[in-house]
């Protein structure tokens, strides 16, 4: 079982940045492909970024594309977020969550563990 921990959210101006982490109880966190979701109200949780369990290839959705940087340190079991130039639109709770296979998904189902989530709020 692996718990994940996310920190960082918080309310922030249009335009301003802030950096998500998610720390991961399990010392084979390297084993996992990670991802961030995110939900907002009334709205599906939807896919906003994917990092390999290496750190060598990642994925984002277009919306997030040279704003939000996703990156690991596998010594620290911990996956963090990155974003820059955040727009109201960005606001949401976000997740991390972990997937055991190395097939990129987009997809909240196909994860395996999930952590509580951290409030984002971009004011306009």
């Known amino acids: 079982q692996v718990q994940l921990v996310e920190s960082g959210g918080g309310l922030v101006q249009a335009g301003g940045s802030l950096r998500l982490s998610c720390a991961a109880s399990?010392?084979?966190?390297?084993?996992?492909?990670m991802g961030w979701f995110r939900q907002a109200p009334g709205k599906e949780r939807e896919f906003v970024t994917r990092i390999s369990r290496s750190g060598g290839s990642t994925w984002y959705t277009e919306s997030v594309k040279g704003r939000f940087t996703i990156s690991r340190d596998n010594n620290k079991n911990t996956v963090y977020l990155q974003m820059t130039n955040l727009k109201p639109e960005d606001t949401a709770v976000y997740y991390c969550a972990a997937d055991r296979s190395m097939v990129p998904s987009t997809t909240p189902s196909y994860y395996d563990y999930w952590g509580q989530g951290t409030q984002v709020t971009v004011s306009s």
């Open positions: 399990e010392r084979t966190f390297s084993s996992y492909d």
